[in-house]
Nanobody
Framework: QSQLVESGGGLVQPGGSLRLSCADS????????IGWFRQAPGKEREGVSCFSPGDGSTAYIDSVKGRFTTSRDNAKNTVYLQMNSLNPGDAGVYYCAALRGRSCRGGVKSMKKVNDYWGQGTQVTVSS
């Protein structure tokens, strides 16, 4: 069974950086776009970014544009979310998930998960 495992979260000061990893134990990220989602306490999960191996397209929620970058290391079967200039609004549990379709051109709000399962996620805390 293939799965996606998130890692790389932690405690960072405002303005700091973290790089989250989404490790693919199978071939999921070869076939599907990978989306990053986050959820803060009391709020719904929101799509943060999208990366498609099919056409190389990316998409981001407006609040992280210019600060976050998602990419894939083909050799390591890992999708990354590089997060710079973090602020308290970025805090939450981050999840990665395989998405339907072959492109991220539709934007993060149109992302649809392949299945209904969520992983453990990785916690991002932004505090001084």
């Amino acid at each position: 069974q293939s799965q996606l495992v998130e890692s790389g979260g932690g405690l960072v000061q405002p303005g700091g950086s973290l790089r989250l990893s989404c490790a693919d134990s199978g071939f999921t990220s070869d076939y599907y776009p990978i989306g990053w989602f986050r959820q803060a306490p009391g709020k719904e999960r929101e799509g943060v970014s999208c990366f498609s191996p099919g056409d190389g397209s990316t998409a981001y929620i407006d609040s992280v544009k210019g600060r976050f970058t998602t990419s894939r290391d083909n050799a390591k079967n890992t999708v990354y979310l590089q997060m710079n200039s973090l602020n308290p609004g970025d805090a939450g549990v981050y999840y990665c998930a395989a998405l339907r379709g072959r492109s991220c051109r539709g934007g993060v709000k149109s992302m649809k998960k392949v299945n209904d399962y969520w992983g453990q996620g990785t916690q991002v805390t932004v505090s001084s």
